[in-house]
């Protein structure tokens, strides 16, 4: 751990610099936020009341007020923009048109103008004001919830070097671990390869989908799941920034979905909770981890999907997938170095001295772009800080896909489209290019949450 803290003080120091105190307080937190999502093979409609009762707030309404309000206020501001005079034309037209009407001088021009600025600044003003605001907890004296200690790299799993995407020649088959503080520029000397960026505005929500938090500042803990009526539990605890991937997918009626890192099997539960897919295939490398995910969909869900061949668990590399154009929709929730993890526990801890050697892979996203149909979006994942591991591997794997594979992406710019979760969610503004990363606050301390949406168009 204290060798963890170490590199992380040493590179996110120069990667996040003056923030980065601050993103280290709420690491060393030991209690980070979690999110709850209601689990509808139990009683969905008490669930939710339950959870509401609690003060926690349904994440999609949220979500529809936040964006109606910007979305009214973006409105204002474009009618008061019409009415602003920017240039010397305009100012000329604008006096002819006056003194065919009546007489005026510049002084009522200028009047008008500052009228026209000074009712601006009024609406602005009023905007600033009208916040969203805060529910209070009914409940504070919560149980607690254990952290999930399941991303983790496995040592025992033969995984080729991250450090292989730029340069290949230079760091391909070094025999020393090399620390991402070492070869950050390394991403940087790989930028000037172009790729598609495209923007989007809007975040998805699938109907059936309920997730519940608690408010900006509040650090109440959800109690432990019941189970319902039909013998499941009533909602799956996971980060807060977990949902995002999901939600980025975009997952409609009739998708056929791969997890392919999927243990312990928060995100693949989610999926299933959006009752949208047609097919759902869970898959991990290892039996254990294989053995949680069966031991969560048991727990949580009903035996309709594997009655009606709707969710199928497998075990195996990711890498070695090979059914090519059956999937429209794929997650990559890529094992990485887990840096809540690894600052709270040395079990499995990436930083262990027998662990130097260890390396993590960017093949297995490059085989999703593969496997997905044309059309079809892939979501890459992490839960790490590290712009190597973040950027950079979308930026080494989309550029090998062009040019081992001939395959087109482009990549899906959401900042517009999460807007509206500002209020629960820090997204990280500087050292992203491509995707959008969910930064730890003490506010709201969950993440971080790294998340990249391609889509395949060739």
Not at 268 to 288: F, G, H, W, Y
């Amino acid at each position: 751990m204290d060798k963890a803290l170490e590199h992380f003080d040493d590179f996110y120091a120069s990667v996040y610099e003056d923030t980065w105190p601050d993103i280290r307080c709420a690491l060393l937190e030991e209690e980070s936020k979690y999110m709850a999502i209601v689990n509808n093979f139990s009683d969905t409609e008490r669930v939710r009341s339950n959870l509401e009762l609690l003060g926690a707030i349904n994440l999609k309404s949220l979500y529809n007020l936040r964006k109606e309000k910007l979305d009214a206020k973006a409105k204002r501001r474009a009618k008061i923009d019409t009415l602003q005079i920017k240039n010397p034309e305009e100012v000329e037209i604008f006096k002819d048109k006056l003194t065919e009407l009546q007489p005026v001088n510049l002084n009522n021009y200028r009047d008008l103008c500052e009228s026209l600025n000074a009712k601006r600044s009024e609406l602005e003003k009023s905007d600033e004001q009208n916040e969203f605001v805060e529910l209070l907890s009914i409940d504070k004296n919560l149980n607690e919830v254990n952290l999930d200690h399941d991303r983790i790299v496995d040592p025992s799993v033969n995984l080729s070097s991250l450090q292989e995407y730029v340069p290949v020649t230079e760091i391909k088959g070094m025999d020393e671990w090399v620390m991402n503080s070492d070869h950050y520029k390394f991403y940087h000397k790989g930028e000037d390869f172009n790729i598609n960026v495209e923007r989007e505005f809007v975040l998805p929500f699938p109907e059936h989908l309920h997730a519940y938090s608690f408010e900006k500042g509040n650090k109440a803990i959800f109690p432990s799941a019941k189970k319902g009526s039909t013998g499941v539990s009533d909602y799956y605890l996971f980060d807060g920034g977990s949902i995002l991937p999901i939600l980025a997918l975009d997952i409609k009626l009739g998708d056929t979905v791969l997890d392919m890192c999927a243990a312990p099997g928060g995100k693949a539960l989610t999926i299933l909770q959006t009752l949208m897919p047609r097919l759902l295939v869970v898959n991990d490398i290892k039996e254990s981890k294989v053995n949680k995910i069966k031991m969560i969909m048991n727990q949580y869900t009903s035996d309709i999907y594997k009655g009606e061949n709707m969710l199928i668990i497998k075990q195996g590399d990711a890498r070695r997938i090979d059914e090519t154009g059956v999937y429209n929709k794929i997650l990559v929730d890529v094992p990485c170095t887990v840096d809540r993890h690894v600052l709270h526990s040395d079990v499995d801890n990436l930083f262990k001295p027998n662990r130097v050697k260890e390396r993590l892979t960017i093949p297995t996203i490059q085989n999703a772009l593969k496997l997905v149909t044309v059309g079809g979006t892939v979501v890459y994942s992490t839960c790490t800080l590290s712009p190597v591991q973040n950027d950079g591997v979308i930026q080494a794997t989309l550029q090998k896909a062009w040019q081992e594979n001939d395959i087109v992406t482009v990549v899906k710019d959401m900042t517009k489209a999460l807007l509206p979760l500002r209020y629960l969610y820090n997204f990280g503004k500087n050292n992203v290019k491509y995707g959008h990363i969910v930064i730890p606050t003490i506010q709201n301390n969950w993440g971080p949450m790294y998340f990249c949406k391609i889509v395949k168009v060739q």
